[in-house]
C-alpha cells in the first residue's frame, strides 16, 4: 500500500505538468513529477507538516509546494487524499474554482 490516492483530475493535473515541460525536456519533466511524488509520500508520515489556504477554501485541506507546483491535499483522510496538483502562480480565484470543484470521496 502506498498510503495515498489522487483525485482523478489530480492524477490528470500531475500528467499535465509532464507533459508541458516534456515538450522541452523529457529528463526535466521526470525529475519534477519524481519531486512531487516523492514529497506526497513524505506526506503520508507526517500529514499535517503543509499549511492551510484559507484565501483559496474553506475546507479543511492543506498545501504544499514543490518548485512551482502546489499540491492540496486532505490531511485527515486514509490514505492521504491528494485533492490537486496544480500551479503555483494561477490566479488565486482559479485555484479556488478548481479546489471547489473537486468532491471529497
Known sequence: MIGYEFHPEARF?????????RADNIDA?????AEILSAIRGLVSFPHQG????DLTSRPLRFIRVRDYLIAYASDEKPLWVIAVMHGHRSPRVMAAILRGREER
Do not use: Q, Y
Request: net charge neutral.
Open 29 to 33: 519533466a521526470d525529475k519534477v513529477v
Open 13 to 21: 493535473g500531475l500528467a499535465e505538468i509532464w507533459e508541458f515541460i
Open 51 to 54: 499549511h492551510r489556504r484559507t
